[in-house]
């Protein structure tokens, strides 16, 4: 395979997507690997190159607001969150929706929920016509990268395309976890727990 540059607006980009491999690119956190969510095969590729463990679910990343609810269960409380951080630098763990893929939730009691507050990501996923399984672009356990060279340098070859750019705050996202009620931080990105407890709780 030899690994291609593009940009955003290629139509290159989708056709690679849509017929099931992985695509890296930059967002406002740090470089992402993508892939369509409702493909086995697309699941199995993210997981072989990531070089991760096939039992731990990616991010979904979805274009609007109102596509959250058809993969997740969301309460008044994690509304106001969405409202208020989405897009942004934030995943949310909801609990899903009951018809989900079995790869996109492995059986776990969430599902994180992204929407990118870059607009060339968004308007991809809008092209593709499907949200994308979503993970950052490096080894698991290594560092990650953060543009388009260190993703050529390390996986020309091995991915097909790789979006051309730079990641902007270069930190990924907060990530919260809701469910039964609760919620509880479980990675700490640019945006502050309290701030995102705060709306929660609805007091602000």
Known sequence: MISKLCQFQDSKVVETL??????????????????????KKAFDRLVAIKKRTPDKPFTVMVADVDDIEKLAK????????????????????????????????LNQKTIGIRISASKDVCDLIRRVGKPLLVTSCNISGEPPILNSL????????VIEVIVEGQSETNIPSTIVECIDGTIKLVRLGNIPFEMIETVWKGNE
């Not at 260190?150 to 070859?157: N, V």
Request: proline share 6%.
């Open 18 to 39: 849509k017929k099931e491999e992985v695509v890296a690119f930059p967002t406002e956190t740090v470089f992402g690997l993508g892939a369509i969510y409702d493909s």
């Open 74 to 105: 969301v309460g008044e409380a994690e509304k106001r969150i969405i409202k208020r951080f989405m897009p942004g630098e934030i995943t949310i763990l909801l609990p899903p929706q009951d018809n989900l893929y079995d790869w996109v939730t």
């Open 150 to 157: 260190e993703a050529y340098q390390k996986f020309e070859g």
